[in-house]
C-alpha cells in the first residue's frame, strides 16, 4: 500500500511537471509570438524573476549557485576556444554563402548595434539563463534523473523560446546555442561561465551579420 501512495505521488508530481513545462516554455512563448504584441526583453525578464522566485523560495537550491564561478580553469579555456572555432566557421560561411550580408547590421546603424549588444548583455542573457540552464536543470533533474535527458530538454526548450522571432535561422542557431550551453552548464556548474559564453555567441551573431533574425524590430 505504501509503495502505490509513493508511486501516486511521484506520477502525480510528473504530471504536474508536464503541465508547468507546457504552460512556462511553450504556450507563452507561442502567445507572445502570435497574439500578445509586446517586446521579447519583457518576457525574458518576467521569464528570469519567475525563475529566480522559484528557485529562493526552494530549500533544496543554494541561491549562491546563481553567482558562482568554474572550479576548473580550464573550462573557461575550453569555452573561448569553442567560440574562437564558430567565428571562423561562421565568418567563413558569410564569406562565402552571403558576402553581401556581412556585418550587415553593424554597417546599416552603428549605434543601434551598440545599443543591442549593450542590452543584450545587460539584460537578456543571465534571465534566459536563470530560466532555461538554472530552473530546468534544479527544478526537473530529479525528474528525470538523467543529464542528457534535461541536456535535451534545456536545449529544446531554449530554441522554441526564440520562436518570438518568427524565423527558423533563429530557432536553428538557438537549438546549437542551447546545446552548448547545457553541456557546458553541467560540466561547470557555473551559470557565470555558461553567462560569458551565451554572451560572447550573441555578439558574434549581432556582428558578423545575423543579428537581425535575433532583433524584434527587424519583425515587428
Do not use: C
Not at 56 to 73: A, E, G, M, R
Not at 124 to 148: C, D, M, T, W
Not at 188 to 215: A, K, N, P, W
Amino acid at each position: 500500500m505504501e509503495n502505490s501512495k509513493i508511486l501516486a505521488l511521484e506520477n502525480q508530481k510528473r504530471f504536474y511537471v508536464v503541465m508547468e513545462i507546457l504552460v512556462v516554455f511553450l504556450l507563452i512563448p507561442l502567445s507572445f509570438a502570435f497574439f500578445v504584441k509586446a517586446s521579447p526583453l519583457f518576457l525574458i525578464l518576467a521569464g528570469g524573476l519567475f525563475s529566480f522566485w522559484l528557485l529562493k523560495k526552494d530549500d533544496t537550491f543554494d541561491i549562491k549557485n546563481l553567482y558562482k564561478f568554474p572550479d576548473d580553469k580550464f573550462e573557461y579555456i575550453r569555452v573561448l576556444l569553442q567560440v574562437f572555432i564558430f567565428t571562423v566557421i561562421l565568418y567563413l560561411f558569410m564569406l562565402n554563402l552571403l558576402p553581401d550580408r556581412m556585418f550587415y547590421f553593424l554597417k546599416k546603424d552603428f549605434s543601434t548595434w551598440i545599443i543591442i549588444v549593450l542590452m543584450y548583455g545587460l539584460l537578456a542573457v543571465y534571465p534566459q539563463e536563470i530560466l532555461y540552464r538554472v530552473l530546468i536543470f534544479h527544478r526537473y533533474g530529479s525528474i528525470f534523473k538523467n543529464n542528457r535527458v534535461v541536456v535535451h530538454l534545456s536545449a529544446l526548450l531554449f530554441a522554441f523560446g526564440h520562436i518570438l522571432y518568427l524565423h527558423p535561422v533563429s530557432i536553428l542557431l538557438s537549438l546549437v546555442g542551447g546545446y552548448l550551453f547545457s553541456i557546458t552548464y553541467i560540466r561547470s556548474g557555473s551559470i557565470i561561465l555558461v553567462y560569458i559564453e551565451h554572451f560572447l555567441y550573441g555578439f558574434l551573431l549581432y556582428t558578423i551579420g545575423l543579428g537581425e533574425y535575433f532583433y524584434s524590430g527587424f519583425l515587428r
